[in-house]
């Protein structure tokens, strides 16, 4: 009686679990440059830089942190500099950054293959930055560090890219709560790349004056998908008519269906009222 309870048990959970949608799977990545180089994390696991840096003279701490993700992602840079003249030519750009995001192959599959239809993605963005008042010792100091938040467009059509700059002045401390939509048009049956990103940067042109102080720009957990309809010709949303599937196999990147369906909830409810019932006459 027991050993057939428990293969009861194992079959109707095997069953369940089948029935409940399959994880999200996105192409995240990362990138972080706390002043030397480079350091790139593509699993979508949080990444982090630190360094002390040594200029012409003074020293200064930079820390970056990114996480890439499809339905939300972050990133943070932040300074803390002594006295810091960096080592940076007339005429070149400094950039420490930490960026993050996803980019992913999706082909749709929709009622007319071939046609032409449109992937609408809505991110909310939020987050803060900061300089001290000293940051630059001159006063001098038109946006030191910044976010710039990126919705890629159609390949070909720089002008289809959607992006925000989020840029910090001297002595600010400005917040920011804004949402990001881009309509990215693709062909029903052909895979395309899709991305979206953000990156918290420093962006200075040599010779750059002494740096004294503090600053940082925070966009950490903080840019989220809030809407994603995919959209025909003429402009009808048909987000429910449509099929899509990655590069990895992924059906359901965006977690349209990541609640269970009712026939799914339904299976997981009769399951378990039927474990319930088998308990019950086992102790009888």
Known sequence: MR??????????????????????????????????GYSRYETGLPGTCSQVLTGSSGTATIAGYAHGGLLSFSSSLSINATSYIPDVPDGVWWNPLAAAGWAESIT???????????????YAVSGNSYASSNFYNNGNSPFPIRGIMYIKG???????????????????????????????????????LFSAWIRSEFLLQGPIPVMNGEAYADFAHTVTLS?????????????????????TGDTDPFGLTSVPEPASMLLLVTGLAGLAAARWRLRK
């Not at 309870?5 to 192409?27: D, K, M, Q, R």
């Not at 002008?159 to 600010?172: K, Q, T």
């Open 3 to 36: 050993l057939r309870f428990h293969l009861f048990s194992i079959l109707i959970v095997g069953l369940t679990l089948a029935a409940l949608p399959a994880p999200i799977v996105a192409g995240a990545f990362n990138a972080l440059d706390c002043g030397s």
């Open 227 to 247: 809407q994603v309809h995919v959209l025909d010709a003429t402009g009808n949303d048909i987000t429910s008519q449509v099929r899509m599937q990655t590069s």
């Open 154 to 192: 159609q390949d070909g059509f720089p002008g289809s890219d959607r992006y925000m700059f989020m840029n910090m002045g001297n002595s600010s401390n400005p917040s920011f709560n804004q949402s990001l939509t881009n309509v990215v048009p693709f062909t029903f049956g052909t895979a395309q």
């Open 108 to 122: 749709f599959y929709g009622p007319i293959m071939g046609s032409i239809g449109s992937l609408e993605l809505t």
